[in-house]
């Protein structure tokens, strides 16, 4: 549902193919949606995003301490900070949950969509892109609904609580990216790669797993921590089926105190949670991006 | 219509597969309601973004530093927050203050939910597509720029014959994926109970009971938006395509 | 104007250019009469480049004069436009406008900047098109081209603003050997008729062959220059003669 960094399933829409300015090459800097994050991104900029919601924060603060008596909006911010915190400890978890889980099938799902055999490489295909164009809160719902709440494996049950489902839930779209990326990082290495593993003998899988592989891995690594931010700005949407994490509890929050005044500080509070976690991530995967663009 | 009705009331009765906007002309029509508002709301948010998008992108050329700094500003904020926050930002928060008295005295909310919605989306996907405007521009070589100056072209001309075409098509398909991906974005209205096409089948599979098959429907319905987007996008690339690159 | 044609249509006077702290051009002086074609020749990195694109002011200078048909080039107040209607530009690059056909590229200037009539200028186009020998390719685009073709289309597109003066910046340094010669013919003929040509050039066949006049560059001053025929057969200074030992 966001911009994850993507390369384009047509190898025509790859960054670097450019029709228009393909006879200028050595001008033609690669337009992927990874490379096209950069300028903005520095260090500075985000500072000053921050400085804003500081500022925003202190002026509607103000504008309340002029007013009442009551308890100022810092003061009720920070005595929700705590259950606060633990809500982003909630979305960071499922994050991470989400990620491990759609990295592992993304990966598979992305060999599967190089394999030699068509029918498997066009059913793998088919997969990514379902999931790739399904809205992520669609996914949502489709797997807090459809899955059963308990699974009988053996006569034990195994209970499947609702974070559970939403984790599987947000794996999907991360597996259909990934996939993608995947495919992407292994056609982008040169035939001859192939070429002369084959010719000393190794075997299709033996290639993957020993020469390929490993030369992905330096190219998935920012399209991979991008993926992740987005992952982490979409784990939001698991409030809406009813999963606890940060916005349930800020909104819960909000009905407790029951203050209008209160309503644009909270929200741009939890705004900032999320600037602060997701922002050094996005820097991160510029300079590793910029670090590789030189090397290869 | 009897037939494809009479079709689906078969499936319902001999497989059990309950697909009741097949024979229900009401749950039907609600749900050809939810897709025409979503059609509504992904075109009026494709719109407004593109917009904020070219303007973004034009202001970041601005010889002033403080309009610079204010468009990289807008667009790092809403690239590193969750859009769901963002929507209950603008609708809870800015919607809540944002009232105007009505005739009856009572407060009324100045933009409505679907009103707060295309806002958000089209700021949180125009805030990217500054990004990919403003590299598309980036990417049109310098030496073709100057040959232009050289022709005794204005910098104005130059941008409009020469830097546009160019920047649109090499910005082409970052701009296609964002699109896409606002369409996807569009369900989150469901937060605001904006009744779009998710609402719609949320409600019809909480009366019918048809969650398996309201489901199979919805995602094929987006899956289907989606490729007729990408379709468009793919016809618009193809016009513009420029014979005798990369063929 | 105060310019008529017994005075240098193009006159360099102690030009001094440079980028930062980088020095390019070091006081450079050269006259050149309506109708002369001279070339500037030079190892890489003297300034020739540089020199000429401050002709048309595509860079600006810090020192010394550049006028044009009397016209002070750089100079705040100068319309640009009018400049860049006398004075033509080849690029090395080509440069060609990638979306537009070689007939459009040719029209668009005439039209957009000139706003002439439309059928007027398809019909000069058309006609230029035919002089640098490519009929049949107005409705190719530059990427259908060769890189002799495209140049060729970049010359017409040039002479379709009716320069007086045509820059040539090493044109033919990025194609092929075979299609060299087809753009030095074209250009050849234009020398032909009297056009005013400036070139930077590596042919030095060509420039003994078509130049009035060849200014040797090193180092941002002019170190030589002569007729072809004194220049290339009794260069004096030692820096001149180790060039053209190398690359004769």
Known sequence: ?296 | MTSVEAFFEMLYDVHGINVTIGYDSWDRGQFLDGLWLTVQLSVLSIFFSLLVGAIGAWAQGSPLRIIRALVGGFVTFFRNTPPLVQLYFFFFALGTVLRIESDTGLAQPLVSNFGWAVISFSLFAGAMNTEIFRSGIEAVPNSTIEASYAMGFTRLQTYIYIVLPLAIRISLPSLGTNLVNLVKTTTLAYALAVPELLYVSAQIWSDQLNVREMMNVLLLSYVGLVAILVWILHRWEKALRIPGFGG | MSWSEDKPIVSIKDVKKSFGSLEVLKGVSIDIMKGEVICIIGPSGSGKSTLIRCINALNDIQGGSITVEGREVHDEELDKLELRKKVGMVFQQYNLFPHKTALQNVMMAPLKVLKEPKADVEKRARALIKKVRLEGKENSYPGELSGGQQQRVAIARSLAMRPDVMLFDEVTAALDPETVKEVLVTIKDLAAEGMTCILVTHEMGFAREVADHIYFTDKGVIVEHGAPEEFFDKASDPRTKEFLSQVL
């Open chain 1, 1 to 296: 549902m966001y911009l994850p960094l993507k390369l384009p399933q047509n190898p025509e829409q790859r960054p670097g193919y450019m029709p228009v300015l393909l006879p200028m090459k050595s001008h033609a800097a690669p337009v992927g949606v990874g490379t096209m994050v950069q300028s903005f991104l520095s260090t500075k900029m985000g500072l000053f995003v921050l400085a804003a919601f500081l500022i925003s924060l202190g002026a509607a603060s103000y504008a309340q301490a002029a007013s009442g008596a009551q308890l100022g909006t810092i003061a009720l911010l920070w005595k929700w900070t705590p259950l606060l915190a633990k809500g982003f400890g909630f979305n960071v978890l499922i994050s991470i949950l989400s990620m491990a889980i759609g990295t592992v099938l993304g990966v598979c799902l992305g060999i599967l969509q190089v394999s030699p055999n068509g029918i498997i490489r066009r059913v793998a295909w088919l997969v990514t892109q379902f999931f790739r164009n399904s809205p992520w809160l669609v996914l949502l719902f489709y797997c807090i609904l459809l899955i059963p709440f308990e699974i009988e494996v053996f006569g034990t049950t195994i209970p499947f609580p609702g974070w559970l489902k939403a984790v599987i839930g947000l794996s999907l779209p991360v597996m259909a990216y990934m996939s993608e990326y995947m495919r992407g990082a292994i056609q982008s290495l040169p035939s001859g790669q192939w070429e002369s593993a084959d010719s000393l003998g190794f075997s299709r899988g033996q290639t993957m797993r020993m020469v390929i592989l490993p030369q992905t891995v330096k190219r998935l690594l920012p399209p991979w921590m991008n993926l992740y931010a987005v992952l982490t700005m979409a784990t939001p949407l698991v409030s809406i089926v009813g999963v606890d994490e940060i916005m349930s509890f800020a909104r819960a929050a909000l009905a407790s105190e029951n203050r209008v005044d209160l309503l644009i500080p909270m929200y741009l509070y939890v705004l900032c949670w999320f600037f602060i976690y997701c922002f050094p991530i996005s820097g991160l995967t510029r300079r590793l991006e910029n670090r590789f663009a030189v090397k290869s």
